[in-house]
């Protein structure tokens, strides 16, 4: 049974900091595409960013220059690192995955991944 179980939410203020972190279990995670998406209520789950085995990166234009997303094959983890947050960037964040070797078409697109975690709140406050 694949699980994702994402941690690291909270609540900051704008120009702060947050790391986000998604640790993975049942699954082959090192062959897997990992994305971070959010959403907030009653608006669409957004893609934030997406790795894939390979460390391709891709990223929302919201957010190039201030998220990193990376991954540590070792510990079955992927992570968010989020600086200079905003009060826009606040919103459920969720952790996705492909099935394993499976090349995700459009990396930043809910379609593309077939398993999801519980979410993490994040709250940016100005």
């Known amino acids: 049974q694949v699980q994702l179980v994402e941690s690291g939410g909270g609540s900051v203020q704008a120009g702060g900091s947050l790391r986000l972190s998604c640790v993975a279990s049942g699954i082959t995670f090192s062959g897997v595409s990992m994305a971070w998406f959010r959403q907030t209520p009653g608006k669409e789950r957004e893609g934030v960013a997406s790795?894939?085995?390979?460390?391709?990166?891709r990223y929302a234009d919201s957010v190039k220059g201030r998220f990193t997303i990376s991954r540590d094959n070792a510990k079955n983890t992927l992570y968010l690192q989020m600086n200079g947050l905003k009060p826009e960037d606040s919103a459920a964040y969720y952790c996705?995955?492909?099935?394993?070797?499976?090349?995700?078409?459009?990396?930043?697109?809910?379609?593309?991944?077939?398993?999801w975690g519980q979410g993490t709140q994040v709250a940016v406050s100005s």
């Open positions: 790795i894939d085995r390979f460390r391709t990166t």
């Open positions: 996705a995955a492909t099935r394993p070797f499976m090349i995700a078409i459009q990396p930043l697109g809910v379609p593309s991944y077939n398993y």
